[in-house]
């Protein structure tokens, strides 16, 4: 019996997600996995299967609980001493598609494929995307 390997050549598709009124985690786990390929037949772990995932409206997205006010965002210049947080109501007022693209990739393996795959995830705050000549197709999660 032999097992079925995908190659690269699979045909990818584009879809469009719009992120109104969706919590930041669940949205994020449901589009990595689109990113990855496990929503294919064909999913095969060490090839990329995955599709391109169109996000709109980061800025409305939503939060439960208290993580808008408790949970933080850190990054370090580089320079001692140079560690930066920023709480993620501030972070989601000024940079809310970063929000949403951090936390994705997070979601991605950690490889030269992960890095790879995060290509294919194109985030923007408002409706307006300039992918429309890809024809995406509209997904509701």
């Known amino acids: 019996m032999k097992s079925y390997r995908a190659d690269n050549n ?3 598709e584009w879809y469009i997600v719009d992120a109104e009124g969706k919590t930041l985690g669940r949205l ?3 589009v ?3 990113l990855i390929g496990k929503h294919k037949p064909e ?3 060490n090839v990329d299967t995955g599709d391109y995932v169109i996000v709109i ?3 409305k997205i939503v939060m439960t609980g208290k993580k808008l006010d408790e949970k933080r ?3 370090h210049t580089g320079y001692p001493g140079g560690l930066k947080s920023v709480t993620y109501r501030e972070l989601m007022k000024s940079n809310s598609d970063f929000a949403f693209y951090h936390a994705v990739e997070k979601m991605l393996p950690k490889t030269t494929l992960g890095r790879k795959m995060v290509k ?3 985030v923007y705050k408002t409706a307006e995307h300039k992918h429309q ?3 995406p197709k509209a997904l509701d999660l």
């Open 57 to 59: 409206n980061t800025d």
């Open 10 to 12: 699979l045909k990818k």
């Open 43 to 45: 999913f095969t772990p």
């Open 32 to 34: 990595a996995a689109i």
């Open 133 to 135: 000549a890809q024809c």
């Open 73 to 75: 965002y850190y990054h």
């Open 120 to 122: 294919k995830l194109h």
């Open 28 to 30: 994020a786990s449901q």
